[in-house]
C-alpha cells in the first residue's frame, strides 16, 4: 500500500512550457485534490474531483487543468507555466467527500524560470 | 469564504518545553479543525483533530482546545523531544462537505526543538 503517490519530485521549467504533474493513489479514495504551498500562504486548493469524471475548481484554478479517468489518477497540467506558479504542489485524497482524513503525497518541487 | 489565521509562524523551545500554536477562523459554520504536521521534504501528515462538539482532545504529548465562542483553537505540545521540529499547519472545515473549498489551511508554524 504506497499511499499517495507523486512524480516528478523536483522540476525546472521554462516560462512557457507546459507539464504534467502525476499523482496517483492505490486506497480507493473517491475524493483526491491538487494544493499549493507558497511561503506565508499555507496550502491553498486548486483542483478537486469527487470521483471519476468529476472535477471542479478550487481557490486557485487559473493556468492548470484537471481530468479524472480512473479512481487512482488525478494529474494537474500546467498549459504554459508561468514564474508565478513555482511552488511545492502537494496532492491529496480521503476516502470520500464527506471523509474529513486528507492523505496527502511527498509533494513536487516546481520551478518556473 | 473562511479565514484562518495561525501563530507564530515561527516557535523554538528547549527540548522538554512545551509549544503551543494559535488559529483562529472567521466562519462560524466551520464545525472540524485538524492539524498537520510537516517534516521536511514530506506532505502534510493528520495528527489531531477536533470536532465542534467537544472542548479538548489529547493524545499522548498532544492536545488541541477549542474555544467556538471566541473562534480559536489551540495545539499544545508537551516535554517536545527534537523530532517533534517540523511546520505545523491548522484547517478549518464544515463537515459534512459538500462542494468547493472543503479546507481552509493556516499559514504555518515552523517549530524547532532545541535539544
Known amino acids: 500500500n504506497a499511499g499517495v503517490t507523486q512524480t516528478p519530485k523536483f522540476q525546472v521549467l521554462k516560462t512557457g512550457q507546459s507539464m504534467t504533474l502525476q499523482c496517483a493513489q492505490d486506497?480507493?479514495?473517491?475524493?483526491m485534490s491538487w494544493y499549493r504551498q507558497d511561503p506565508g500562504m499555507g496550502l491553498r486548493l486548486i483542483h478537486y474531483?469527487?470521483?471519476?469524471?468529476?472535477?471542479d475548481q478550487g481557490e486557485v484554478p487559473n493556468g492548470y487543468n484537471v481530468s479524472r479517468s480512473t479512481t487512482e489518477d488525478f494529474p494537474l497540467r500546467l498549459l504554459s507555466a508561468a514564474p508565478s506558479q513555482t511552488s511545492v504542489y502537494f496532492c491529496?485524497?480521503?476516502?470520500?467527500?464527506?471523509?474529513?482524513?486528507?492523505?496527502f503525497g511527498s509533494g513536487t518541487q516546481l520551478s518556473v524560470l | 469564504g473562511e479565514n484562518v489565521e495561525q501563530h507564530p509562524s515561527t516557535l523554538s523551545v528547549q527540548e522538554g518545553d512545551s509549544a503551543v500554536i494559535k488559529c483562529t477562523y472567521s466562519?462560524?459554520?466551520?464545525?472540524?479543525f485538524p492539524w498537520y504536521k510537516q517534516e521536511l521534504g514530506k506532505g502534510p501528515q493528520l495528527i489531531i483533530d477536533?470536532?465542534?462538539?467537544?472542548g479538548e482532545k489529547k493524545d499522548q504529548r498532544i492536545a488541541v482546545t477549542l474555544n467556538k465562542t471566541a473562534k480559536h483553537f489551540s495545539l499544545h505540545i508537551t516535554e517536545t523531544q527534537p523530532e517533534d521540529s517540523a511546520v505545523y499547519f491548522c484547517?478549518?472545515?464544515?463537515?459534512?462537505?459538500?462542494?468547493?473549498?472543503?479546507?481552509?489551511f493556516g499559514t504555518g508554524t515552523s517549530l524547532t526543538v532545541i535539544p
Open positions: 491529496a485524497s480521503s476516502y470520500s467527500r464527506s471523509n474529513e482524513k486528507l492523505f
Open positions: 486506497m480507493n479514495h473517491e475524493y
Open positions: 474531483s469527487v470521483g471519476a469524471g468529476i472535477t
Open positions: 466562519d462560524s459554520a466551520s464545525n472540524y
Open positions: 477536533i470536532r465542534s462538539n467537544v
Open positions: 484547517a478549518a472545515s464544515t463537515q459534512p462537505y459538500n462542494t468547493g473549498n472543503q479546507f481552509y
